[in-house]
């Protein structure tokens, strides 16, 4: 059973690793993940008391790391989410403030007497430095050797030991800016990408009995209701447009940047923004169920998903610190043996010690993943986690379905072909009265061509569909098929030849005896070319897999610029395929949007489903386009792209300037200042980094 927990107070991200690494051990937990962007604990564990298993959590906690309260993870309203979010940070701000007047007094002027000079340096070493020493004594107490507190607490005591007392103020004082102002860039970051997917609603403007409005909160208005929606508001809510007419910006649920009208009997999602005019919508759900928590469900869900590179640099931290230690411990000993400088090579083995800590590794990869999550969905594009971003900058070969991923997949009947006495309209009858009960783009357009000449139909019986070839039932006593030609060669059914025109041929027999056919056709997506075209000069191999015929997949095809065409495949067959590309090329990613595409989509390497289409399919999906464009495939490998390509340079960089640092420091070129800056000086252009991501066009 998972349970979700909020872990207040935890910001030290390589605290956070150490927490989750201990709960993983527990008999009773299956599956621990905490992620540092959403503070959020998601956990599977036997236990079924929640505070029995909150008061587990806990004490790993409180064994681990001072302060950290544990609470059972409750949505607050978006209003006291940002009072929640505005806490006192754990530095004093005033102990800072203290410390720096001191140390500026000390060093640049001359109004304390010598006498007192390095009094007053030790005390305003204490102010700052108590509550950092005081939780590495609790840590050593509970057998933890190796974290910022202790070994931050070791060298400036060390630095006071050897007489540099100016030195030790200035390393305390300058740690605590960087934690600081790391605390401070941590939370920023975070605050950003959630603010930019929390599209919650704040109020609600609810019309009463009396056709009065009220404001009320989103979460008290229930499903059938009647809200106001003006000009230049957000939608808080899912509904449909009983009243009026206006335009709806959707960019910020599908990225879609052109607004789109919308009049009564309109569905629209909550997120959007009405443009235009006054419109009143009737509910179609409660706020739990809208888009809006959809969306931010999805983001934090996708944000506990670690991708493999993160399980790196976690197992890489804990090597890492205890080497650098050791190296420390041998600088400080060894080479004073030999030139008998006790005092400067234990001072750069001290610089050694400040540059062990492990937080801006720890930083580096996670907070660069919150980032590319966030700015997908910020475009209508919701990643399942980091490991499908990582996934991703692995594909080769990016395999599509044709009707409604790169055709609109609105069809419209073309021409109605006869055979015997029937008629046209009496085809399209049997044919519709089959279709009828189906969702799919080629049934509803033919159902929708009868209703457009005003033909009536009868309702089939004994209805089944055949997956990958069509429909059979009985009407007003007959025995009717309607399908693909594989579905009339199965039946026994003669087709005459036909010469075959651009679109998707629906065949139709009764009582065994082939009547006519429909032919129908939908047009390409205006972006499909030009996202094509970019996916071929990256060097994608862009392949079409389709259960149409031939010549109307080499159709559009040729039209868009794909590279590869396969036609005619059955559900089963596009699995095939995509197995056959694997081994031809690599990694493959397939993007589609029917029901019948679930089993390849969760097949695939990578699968995208797009927002229009069957949930199956966007259930199975690892990243799903919430406008259904084209282009927004583009832009996912892109932002998954640059998300890795940031997380790496993250890594690199803090790794880089640790090794230059301690080198710097044997050659006496680096102080403990400098090594301050390695430290919590990285973490911060680490997290300014990861921000980038978010903020890029």
């Known amino acids: 059973m998972e349970r979700i927990f909020k872990l207040q107070n935890l910001n030290c991200a390589n605290c956070a690793s150490v927490i989750e690494a201990k709960l993983n051990q527990l008999e009773s937990v299956s599956a621990a993940t905490f992620t540092l962007g959403t503070q959020q604990l998601r956990i599977t564990s036997s236990i079924e008391d929640t505070d029995m298993l909150r008061d587990q959590i806990q004490a790993v906690c409180d064994a681990t790391e001072d302060g950290v309260v544990v609470v059972p993870f409750v949505r607050a309203p978006k209003k006291a989410q940002q009072v929640e979010d505005d806490h006192e940070h754990n530095s004093s701000l005033a102990g800072i403030i203290i410390g720096a007047i001191v140390i500026v007094v000390a060093e640049f002027t001359n109004w304390v007497p010598e006498q007192y000079l390095t009094p007053l340096l030790i005390v305003t070493f204490v102010i700052l430095g108590w509550r950092i020493a005081w939780a590495a004594i609790k840590n050593v107490m509970k057998g933890k050797f190796f974290d910022e507190n202790f070994l931050m607490s070791i060298a400036t005591i060390g630095a006071l030991i050897i007489g540099e007392y100016v030195e030790a103020v200035w390393v305390m004082l300058f740690f605590q800016v960087g934690i600081y102002f790391e605390e401070r860039a941590t939370e920023r970051s975070r605050n950003a990408v959630m603010d930019a997917v929390d599209l919650r609603p704040e109020e609600v403007r609810l019309i009463v009995c009396d056709g009065s409005v009220q404001v009320v909160n989103p979460e008290d208005v229930q499903v059938g209701s009647h809200i106001e929606i003006r000009p230049g508001d957000r939608i808080p809510l899912d509904g449909r447009i009983v009243e009026g ?72 931290s804990r090597v890492y610190t205890p080497i650098v230690v050791a190296l420390a411990i041998i600088v400080a000993v060894v080479p004073p043996l030999f030139t008998g400088e006790w005092q400067y090579w234990i001072y750069t083995a001290l610089t050694f010690l400040v540059v062990s800590c492990p937080c801006a590794l720890a930083l580096s990869v996670p907070l660069a993943f919150f980032s590319g999550i966030g700015a997908g969905s910020k475009q209508g594009i919701l990643f399942k986690g980091g490991k499908a971003i990582e996934a991703m900058n692995r594909v080769k070969a990016i395999a599509f379905d044709k009707t409604g991923t790169i055709t609109t997949g609105t069809f419209n009947v073309q021409t109605v072909e006869v055979a015997g006495t029937y008629t046209d309209n009496e085809v399209l009858q049997y044919a519709a009265a089959l279709e009828a009960g189906s969702t799919h783009p080629i049934a509803m357009s033919i159902v929708e061509e009868v209703q457009r000449r005003g033909v009536e139909f009868n309702t089939a019986k004994d209805v089944k569909e055949i997956s990958g070839h069509g429909m059979v039932g009985i009407v007003e006593g007959h025995t009717v098929l309607v399908g693909n030609g594989r579905l009339l060669e199965t039946e026994h059914v003669t087709v005459p030849t036909i010469e075959h025109v651009y679109g998707s041929e629906v065949f139709v027999a009764i009582d065994g005896q082939y009547v006519g056919r429909i032919v129908i056709a939908d047009a390409v997506k205006a972006d499909s070319k030009e996202a094509i075209r970019r996916m071929n000069g990256k060097g994608y191999h862009t392949v079409m897999l389709t259960g149409d015929v031939q010549a109307s997949a080499n159709h559009i095809a040729q039209e868009v610029g794909i590279q590869g065409v396969r036609a005619e495949l059955l559900p089963q067959d596009k699995l095939e395929v995509v197995q056959s590309l694997r081994n031809d090329y690599g990694s493959v990613m397939f993007v589609g949007d029917g029901i019948n595409d679930a089993p390849v989509l969760t097949g695939a390497d990578v699968g995208g489903a797009m927002g229009s289409g069957a949930d199956s399919a966007i259930e199975a999906a690892d990243v799903v386009y919430m406008n259904s464009n084209l282009d927004s495939v583009w832009r996912s490998l892109s932002i998954a792209e640059r998300t890795l390509s940031i997380a790496w340079q993250n890594i690199f960089f803090a790794i880089a300037v640790k090794i230059i640092v301690m080198v710097a420091g044997v050659f006496g070129f680096a102080n403990m200042w400098v090594a301050v800056f390695a430290d919590t000086g990285v973490s911060i252009l680490c997290i300014f980094n990861s921000v980038r991501i978010f903020y890029s066009k």
């Open 245 to 316: 007419t206006t335009r709806i910006d959707t960019a910020a649920v599908t990225g879609e940047p052109v607004p789109v009208s919308a009049t009564v009997g309109t569905e629209v999602m909550s997120g959007c923004i009405n443009v235009d005019g006054r419109i009143v919508l009737e509910v179609t759900h409660e706020l739990k169920d809208s888009m809006v928590m959809r969306i931010l469900d999805a983001v934090e869900h996708a944000a506990a998903s670690k991708p493999k590179i993160d399980r790196f640099i976690t197992r890489f």
